[in-house]
């Protein structure tokens, strides 16, 4: 499937990995919506990114919103590609404080809620305007790129609801690919490790300088557009179907 030519929508795509993805699609012909709840970097992005760029503000877990992002990317064309970035953190929080008191529940529920439920309503809806394509030479209407965290495989104490809610990412990207294969709809993940964000760029460099020595090769943070490079070929390549690809150097995170 060729990027050029095809329309696109990226959430989370303000910033980060997701801003990396963007600017990769429309670096090879595609036309981006971006999808993310800050209104000013969305700004931004498109005032980066230019005419093949538009910004909706939207929350994943709003159907409509997202709805109204999908129509807006299919003004420019047939929606062939998706990559979904947004999400949060979670608070590192363990089951049993100190005291043995438990964790809150609302805590770990609101991390499922975004990063699960979020990842979910973002997949079947768009999922619903692919499937409406018609099929090109190499057999695709489109293909879906999700995103996990390597803390779905090894996540660190505290990490409880984040890791839950990327282990589910995970779990729902084989099924998903055998259940969209009807339709010709093509899902994989990424599981993206220690990543060079905004958020790590708010700590201090000797911080960000341990992180990166944890990583075995190529001893730093990964980059946005190491990110967004996989995501192109997981858009583009017709034989990928239903991976999680760990995107880490290796690296396999510690229990702290």
């Known amino acids: 499937m060729r990027i050029d030519g095809s ?11 997701g801003l990396a993805t963007a600017r990769r699609i429309t670096d ?3 036309r981006v919506v971006i999808a993310d709840i800050s209104e000013e970097q969305g700004a931004k992005a498109v005032a980066d990114l230019g005419d093949a760029a538009r910004f909706v503000r939207a929350d994943v877990t709003d159907a409509s919103a997202v709805e109204a992002a999908l129509d807006a990317a299919r003004e420019h ?13 979670g608070d ?5 404080d100190k005291d043995g008191a438990p964790a809150d529940l609302d805590t770990f529920a609101e991390v499922v809620r975004i990063n699960l439920i979020g990842t979910y309503n973002v997949l079947r809806l768009a999922a619903s305007r ?15 790129v999700l995103t996990a965290s390597v803390a779905a495989f090894d996540g660190q104490i505290g990490q409880t609801s984040y890791s ?10 084989l099924v998903a690919a055998r259940d969209l294969a009807s339709r010709q ?5 990424i599981a993206p490790g220690i990543m060079d964000t905004p958020m790590l760029a708010r700590l201090r460099d000797d911080i960000r300088e341990g992180l990166a020595a944890t990583v075995p090769h190529p001893k730093r943070l990964g980059a946005p557009d190491d990110f967004a490079r996989l995501a192109v070929e997981m ?8 991976q999680t690809v760990r995107l880490d150097g290796a690296i396999r995170m510690a229990p702290r």
């Open 7 to 17: 329309s696109a929508l990226v959430t989370g795509g303000a910033s980060g990995l």
């Open 28 to 30: 090879r012909g595609g």
């Open 77 to 89: 064309g047939p929606l062939r590609c998706v990559v979904h970035c947004a999400g949060r953190g």
């Open 92 to 96: 590192r929080t363990r089951i049993l």
């Open 130 to 144: 692919i499937a409406e394509n018609d099929v090109l030479d190499d057999g695709d209407r489109g293909a879906v």
């Open 164 to 173: 839950a809610s990327k282990a589910g990412v995970h779990g729902m990207t």
């Open 185 to 189: 709809i093509r899902v994989n993940t």
């Open 235 to 242: 858009l583009e390549n017709p034989y990928l179907n239903g």
